[in-house]
């Protein structure tokens, strides 16, 4: 690993928008050299090499940096000009001058500049396949086949190939409308005529192996079940086929593979039969880890690089850090993150207000894709919203080890929530764990610790706690009546700088909350219509009440909200709200069709107001309890009394 450091004439910073090597080199302050990774794939015994890392960890450029590295120049196979200076040093011109690019770390190793610029390619960039039916995302992918025949479209001048093979090639150049049997051959086709043109094997690089089979999920078009599942089945056989064909059984023209995704190949249904496949993911320490996510190592590097003010390290680390906890023992960052985040400290730079910097370069950057918001949309489901509510809250999620993400128990997992409308009430240990899975493979989770059965997952960061936040809250306000007048009861508690000892004043402003409260309540539909079904966890009537009371606290700026926190290890307190600026606290204690009372008591004796030490919240003044208690009817009676 080595930092690269320049003075650039276009921008300063790091490249933004582009997952090309060659701009991300040319066209940043500083970046990381990851170019060792072309040693490692090439010295695999392996023919295909799976990258299986979370969205936004580097995979397409580094799939980017193999590629050009290893691909020859089809039109002058002895001219690497171009290309040389990116690699081995040199100069190249800019718009605004020539510019020096340092020799990569690569240019090192004699083994790896024998294989430079001498294979023939097939590259595909599955991104482009996407559809809200079977029939778009089919059309995607003829017109990448299309344009992957047509970078070759030289062959049709080779005395290597057939006058019948380049009619079936120009058909695939200009085709739109291709047959089933035409488009799952389509890429052995061409490694054909790419192996008999170069009398040499083709590399083939994959990005995004999995967005199409994503994507398939996700169609809205479908209105009845089977109609559902034969869209999904009819796109992912296409893919399977089409992958079997190009990488299984095809040993004569294929040298090498790489392919990046999120879901295991395997698993997923494709190149199951494989021998000669290695998977590589985040969670598991092997040689990728180098390569993927930036070490603190790495972004140490860049601050120092970039010039930023070193105390800005830990609020980096709070907003980015945790990928890996406890497996492979090393931390990781999300690339895209901080890239994004260096870039608006250095925008801010130049006002010399730190706490204006702070506010506008922390936040969350993290991009939700398609398949994220079908995962999301899960937190419609109480018992999910309870486990999310717990994580935000710091709590962890055991999840047994045998669970294995499958098309087809993703299949179930999709068409249960389709078909149900959300509306699962009781759903099964493993369907949970299946979707928690998700979350981690997807980079919404990480695994915190393991016993020989169990994963315990937490939410990673700031970051992606802040995205679970914002979904709870769109999916309330999405459900509920305007959420304005309870927020603002809400602060009139705890948001000011009147003394809640003034038991008048108090008084008066927890009713008004009550009352707020009461009415936001009544806009829910129905609860669960006797106690013999209420069970913990499965039915929304507490659940429900806890998840209005966090999304309320979400909702008022600068204040601190936890859910479900654990004292001691003993018990746990279920809603904490704490005002830093006004140094105030309110802890709630929710009973369903129980007694406000035996709510407040509970608080006072578990000492829960003793859960600010213990998560070091300081200097607070001010400690509100309150018992609250809602009955199936709706009505809500609060229990009141300061610490």
Same mark, same amino acid.
């Given at each position: 690993?080595?930092?690269? *450091? ?31 990774? %072309?040693?490692?794939? !090439? ?22 940096? +193999? ?25 190249? =011109? ?21 294989? *430079?610029?001498?294979?023939? @390619? ?31 479209? &030289? ?20 085709? $739109? ?78 040298? $090498?593979? =790489? ?14 039969? !494989? ?27 860049? =601050? ?21 906890? @406890? ?113 981690? @493979? ?28 914002? /979904?709870?809250?769109? &999916?309330?306000?999405?459900?509920? +009546?305007? *959420? ?8 009139? %508690? ?29 806009? &829910? ?60 606290? !309110? ?9 406000? $009372? #035996?709510?407040?008591?509970? #608080?006072?004796?578990? /000492? ?34 300061? $610490?």
């Amino acid at each position: 690993m080595e930092l690269e *450091f320049k003075t650039s004439p276009e921008s300063e910073g790091i490249l933004e928008g582009s997952s090309t090597f060659f701009e991300l080199k040319k066209n940043s302050t500083c970046f990381i050299d990851n170019t060792e990774l %072309i040693h490692y794939f !090439l010295s695999r015994k392996s023919v295909v090499t799976a990258i299986l890392y979370p969205r936004r960890f580097g995979k397409s450029t580094n799939l980017d940096m +193999v590629r050009c590295f290893l691909e020859m120049n089809y039109k002058n196979p002895d001219d690497v000009r171009e290309i040389f200076p990116y690699y081995f040093g040199g100069r190249i =011109m800019m718009m605004d001058g020539p510019l020096e690019l340092k020799e990569a770390l690569i240019a090192k190793d004699p083994i790896s500049q024998h294989h *430079f610029c001498k294979y023939p @390619v097939i590259y595909l960039d599955f991104k482009s396949c996407s559809g809200i039916n079977a029939d778009n995302i089919i059309k995607n992918l003829i017109g990448l086949i299309n344009e992957e025949f047509t970078r070759h479209d &030289y062959l049709e001048e080779s005395n290597s190939i057939s006058p019948n093979e380049k009619e079936k090639l120009s058909n695939f150049i200009k085709n $739109k409308k291709l047959e089933h049997r035409e488009i799952v051959t389509s890429f052995k086709f061409l490694s054909q005529l790419l192996t008999q043109h170069w009398k040499r094997k083709v590399l083939v690089f994959i990005d995004e192996y999995d967005h199409p089979i994503s994507q398939v999920y996700l169609i809205q078009q479908a209105s009845q079940k089977e109609t559902y599942r034969n869209q999904i089945q009819l796109v992912v056989g296409l893919f399977q086929e089409t992958f079997s064909n190009l990488l299984k059984n095809n040993d004569k023209n294929i040298e $090498k593979a =790489m392919i990046t995704g999120v879901m295991d190949i395997k698993n997923a249904g494709f190149l199951s039969s !494989l021998n000669n496949l290695d998977q590589y993911n985040v969670y598991e320490p092997d040689y990728t880890k180098d390569f993927y996510g930036f070490s603190e190592e790495n972004v140490r590097f860049l =601050m120092n690089g970039l010039n930023l003010d070193p105390n800005y390290f830990p609020l980096i680390k709070e907003w980015y850090n945790g990928y890996i906890c @406890v497996i492979g023992k090393k931390p990781y960052y999300n690339t895209w993150s901080i890239v994004k985040c260096f870039n608006k400290i250095i925008g801010m730079q130049s006002k010399n207000d730190k706490e204006t910097t702070i506010k506008h370069s922390f936040r969350s950057f993290w991009k939700e894709s398609g398949d994220a918001e079908i995962l999301l949309n899960f937190i419609k489901i109480p018992i999910i919203q309870k486990h999310v509510l717990g994580l935000i809250g710091e709590e962890k999620y055991e999840c047994s080890k045998d669970i294995e993400i499958t098309k087809e128990n993703f299949l179930d997992l999709m068409e249960k929530a389709k078909y149900l409308k959300w509306q699962i009430q009781n759903p099964e240990k493993s369907f949970v764990d299946l979707l928690f899975s998700l979350f981690l @493979v997807s980079g919404y989770l990480t695994i915190a610790e393991e016993s020989d059965k169990d994963y315990f997952f937490k939410i990673p960061n700031s970051e992606i706690k802040r995205v679970f936040e914002k /979904n709870l809250i769109r &999916y309330f306000c999405d459900s509920y +009546v305007n *959420f304005g007048p309870a927020c603002n009861a809400l602060k009139n %508690i705890i948001n000011t700088d009147k003394d809640l000892n003034n038991g008048h004043y108090r008084m008066s402003m927890v009713e008004d909350f009550r009352k707020e409260f009461s009415i936001l309540l009544k806009s &829910y539909t129905e609860f669960a219509k006797s106690m013999e079904n209420v069970q913990e966890g499965v039915i929304a009537n507490e659940d429900i009440i806890h998840s209005l009371m966090v999304v309320i606290g979400l909702n008022c700026k600068g204040m601190i909200v936890g859910s479900e926190l654990w004292y001691k290890k003993e018990s746990r307190l279920d809603v904490i709200l704490v005002s830093k600026i006004y140094k105030k606290c !309110l802890i709630f204690e929710i009973k369903f069709e129980g007694s406000a $009372k #035996i709510a407040l008591n509970q #608080i006072k004796n578990r /000492n829960y107001a003793n859960i600010l030490k213990q998560h070091e919240i300081k200097d607070i003044k001010d400690v509100l309890m309150v018992g609250m208690n809602v009955t199936f009817g709706k009505n809500v009676t609060f229990e009141q009394q300061m $610490k």
